[in-house]
């Protein structure tokens, strides 16, 4: 096994927004819009010395901290700091490296590993970590009870055990070769502190990471202090760190402007170029996709033909250039053409009416009135009225109901009171293989109660794959099973990207030594240093 240490691997950029798996986070009151949230600390007003990073996130905060269910896009982002996995993924690279666990893994058969604790190893109150905090962390994932989202990633994991007060034994189902990378989707968390007030844990967790969470606050945003107690390989760099919460597009970019902050996330792209000649500014590629759900139970949609139809009908190439100003890539494939274990689909949608026409016609489909279900996300809504001009190109008749993101998932689509939906969505925040990406969508919650094709034979022979490719230890037998998954959830598009969009990020460069813009939503300040 390749020694799993911080900064091997490739350099990628080939990869959220989020998905509205508990809807993205609401708009960020006026009020932290008009004032910009804390002032400079000790940072010079034009982004220059001190000890402080600041910072300006996207999102408003939503939900806690607790990261066995955890996943709007600020709490993802402060626990990448915060806390840590066994083996986390480079939050640039996406490569694996030891980061509580002392050493790679250890194989003591097929189906069995056991993993050394890194020496002195605390979280920020002082206690160590040890292997009950281990077992518990796992424990409590795999509880069905609990409702955790990760539990999704783990079906190979049979259960874990203590060994020693620093080694924790993991047995699994069945041998899986992505064991240790997989490990990442934990959060190892105390104990003791949980179990005595999880609401306050959840409000402000207690970590092992290089950072400290100091405050939390929907008006004032996240502040951070350099931990102490961390031993690991990655120790912060700055003394302390202070999150702006800045959802409206031209508070963030003002804010990297005047130095009220060294970095920001999701750039506009009209803002883009404009930007660039004060700051650094990159366009990453990422996994993060716009795609079209299917309510598979409702008429027409059914009908497989139907469902094509409307891909075909898309000017999808229209809808990356008006929309987008060309920072997306049209879908091949499931996962983007950058992407490690990319195959190309062996259906691709294409911009092409007639067979969007003769597909309805074929499905004994006319006068089709269609009401689009999308999330107001910038560049979603920027996407719709094209959507919409495409679908009545083709005698489709097509109403839009644009809405945030949390009140649509709870309102229409869990209700399964929609047609179709339009909306992002990137679980590569939690791990970048096949398996896992495949399985956010297409197993559990999505196909169940989303796009309601999960009794489909197609949805599970998919399921059924990726289940037999987690048991090969060949990398090229898995490539191949996962490449008929994608042939499948392809051809059958009950839910299919329409593209992989580009992330744009800016900064000072001068001011962040060491800063690199991620492919996935946030921003990650591990390893970086504030001149």
Same mark, same amino acid.
């Given at each position: 096994?390749?020694?799993?240490?911080?900064?091997?691997?490739?350099?990628?950029?080939?990869?959220?927004?989020?998905?509205?798996?508990?809807?993205?986070?609401?708009? *960020?009151?006026?009020?932290?819009?008009?004032?910009?949230?804390?002032?400079?600390?000790?940072?010079?007003?034009?982004?220059?010395?001190?000890?402080?990073?600041?910072?300006?996130?996207?999102?408003?905060?939503?939900?806690?901290?607790?990261?066995?269910?955890?996943?709007?896009?600020?709490?993802?982002?402060?626990?990448?700091?915060? %806390?840590?996995?066994?083996?986390?993924?480079?939050? *640039?690279?996406?490569?694996?490296?030891?980061? /509580?666990?002392?050493?790679?893994?250890?194989?003591?058969?097929?189906?069995?590993?056991?993993?050394?604790?890194?020496?002195?190893?605390?979280?920020?109150?002082?206690?160590?970590?040890?292997?009950?905090?281990?077992?518990?962390?796992?424990?409590?994932?795999?509880?069905?009870?609990?409702?955790?989202?990760?539990?999704?990633?783990?079906?190979?994991?049979?259960?874990?055990?203590? =060994?020693?007060?620093?080694?924790?034994?993991?047995?699994?189902?069945?041998?899986?070769?992505?064991?240790?990378?997989?490990?990442?989707?934990?959060?190892?968390?105390?104990?003791?502190?949980?179990?005595?007030?999880?609401?306050?844990?959840?409000?402000?967790?207690?970590?092992?990471?290089?950072?400290? #969470?100091?405050?939390?606050?929907?008006?004032?945003?996240?502040?951070?202090?350099?931990?102490?107690?961390?031993?690991?390989?990655?120790?912060?760099?700055?003394?302390?760190?202070?999150? /702006? /919460?800045?959802?409206?597009?031209?508070?963030?970019?003002?804010?990297?402007?005047?130095?009220?902050?060294?970095?920001?996330?999701? &750039?506009?792209?009209?803002?883009?170029?404009?930007?660039?000649?004060?700051?650094? &500014?990159?366009?990453?590629?990422?996994?993060?996709?716009?795609? %079209?759900?299917?309510?598979?139970?409702?008429?027409?949609?059914?009908?497989?033909?139907?469902?094509?139809?409307?891909?075909?009908?898309?000017?999808?190439?229209?809808?990356?250039?008006?929309?987008?100003?060309?920072?997306?890539?049209?879908?091949?494939?499931?996962?983007?053409?950058?992407?490690?274990?990319?195959?190309?689909?062996?259906?691709?949608?294409?911009?092409?009416?007639?067979?969007?026409?003769?597909?309805?016609?074929?499905?004994? &489909?006319?006068?089709?009135? &269609?009401?689009?279900?999308?999330?107001?996300?910038?560049? =979603?809504?920027?996407?719709?009225?094209? *959507?919409?001009?495409?679908?009545?190109?083709?005698?489709?008749?097509?109403?839009?109901?644009?809405?945030?993101?949390?009140?649509?998932?709870?309102?229409?689509?869990?209700?399964?009171?929609?047609? =179709?939906?339009?909306?992002?969505?990137?679980?590569?925040?939690?791990?970048?293989?096949?398996?896992?990406?495949?399985?956010?969508?297409?197993?559990?919650?999505?196909?169940?109660?989303?796009?309601?094709?999960?009794?489909?034979?197609?949805?599970?022979? =998919?399921?059924?794959?990726?289940?037999?490719?987690?048991?090969?230890?060949?990398?090229?037998?898995?490539?191949?099973?996962?490449?008929?998954? *994608?042939?499948?959830?392809?051809?059958?598009?009950?839910?299919?990207?329409?593209?992989?969009?580009?992330?744009?990020?800016?900064?000072?460069?001068?001011?962040?030594?060491?800063?690199?813009?991620?492919?996935?939503?946030? #921003?990650?300040?591990?390893?970086?240093?504030?001149?």
């Amino acid at each position: 096994m390749t020694k799993l240490q911080p900064g091997q691997g490739l350099h990628r950029r080939d990869f959220l927004r989020y998905t509205g798996m508990l809807g993205a986070a609401a708009t *960020i009151t006026a009020g932290l819009a008009a004032c910009g949230g804390p002032s400079s600390t000790g940072s010079g007003g034009s982004g220059g010395g001190g000890d402080t990073i600041q910072a300006a996130l996207a999102y408003a905060l939503s939900g806690g901290f607790d990261p066995m269910t955890a996943s709007s896009a600020v709490a993802t982002a402060a626990n990448l700091h915060v %806390l840590e996995s066994l083996v986390d993924l480079d939050p *640039i690279t996406r490569q694996p490296y030891n980061a /509580l666990a002392k050493e790679d893994p250890a194989e003591v058969d097929d189906t069995t590993y056991r993993v050394t604790l890194r020496d002195g190893a605390k979280f920020h109150d002082g206690s160590e970590v040890t292997a009950d905090d281990v077992v518990f962390s796992f424990e409590r994932v795999l509880d069905p009870e609990n409702a955790s989202l990760f539990i999704q990633f783990l079906p190979f994991l049979d259960g874990v055990k203590k =060994v020693d007060a620093a080694t924790v034994e993991f047995k699994l189902k069945y041998p899986f070769a992505l064991f240790a990378e997989r490990l990442s989707v934990v959060k190892v968390v105390p104990k003791k502190a949980v179990e005595a007030d999880q609401k306050k844990f959840d409000a402000l967790p207690v970590g092992s990471g290089p950072f400290k #969470l100091t405050s939390a606050s929907a008006t004032d945003g996240l502040t951070f202090a350099k931990a102490g107690t961390y031993n690991g390989p990655r120790p912060a760099k700055a003394a302390k760190m202070t999150w /702006l /919460l800045l959802a409206e597009p031209s508070t963030r970019v003002s804010a990297l402007q005047s130095g009220r902050a060294q970095a920001i996330e999701a &750039v506009p792209y009209l803002n883009a170029d404009e930007l660039s000649k004060k700051a650094a &500014v990159e366009s990453v590629q990422s996994f993060g996709l716009l795609f %079209l759900m299917f309510n598979c139970e409702r008429k027409p949609f059914d009908d497989v033909r139907v469902r094509q139809a409307l891909h075909y009908a898309l000017d999808t190439d229209k809808l990356i250039e008006t929309a987008l100003l060309g920072n997306a890539a049209a879908a091949t494939s499931f996962l983007p053409a950058g992407h490690p274990d990319y195959v190309k689909a062996s259906t691709v949608y294409g911009h092409d009416p007639a067979k969007a026409k003769k597909l309805l016609s074929d499905a004994g &489909v006319s006068g089709l009135k &269609v009401e689009l279900v999308t999330t107001d996300t910038d560049f =979603v809504k920027d996407c719709a009225p094209l *959507i919409k001009q495409s679908w009545d190109a083709i005698g489709v008749a097509t109403t839009l109901n644009v809405g945030q993101s949390g009140g649509q998932y709870s309102n229409r689509i869990d209700t399964g009171k929609f047609q =179709v939906m339009a909306a992002p969505g990137d679980p590569s925040v939690f791990g970048n293989d096949c398996d896992l990406l495949m399985r956010w969508f297409y197993v559990g919650t999505w196909p169940e109660t989303r796009s309601r094709n999960a009794g489909t034979a197609e949805a599970k022979k =998919v399921v059924g794959l990726l289940d037999e490719a987690a048991r090969r230890p060949d990398a090229a037998a898995r490539k191949e099973l996962w490449q008929q998954a *994608i042939d499948i959830v392809a051809e059958q598009a009950a839910l299919y990207p329409i593209f992989h969009r580009k992330l744009v990020t800016g900064w000072r460069r001068e001011a962040l030594p060491g800063f690199r813009p991620m492919s996935t939503t946030g #921003l990650s300040f591990m390893d970086v240093g504030r001149a």
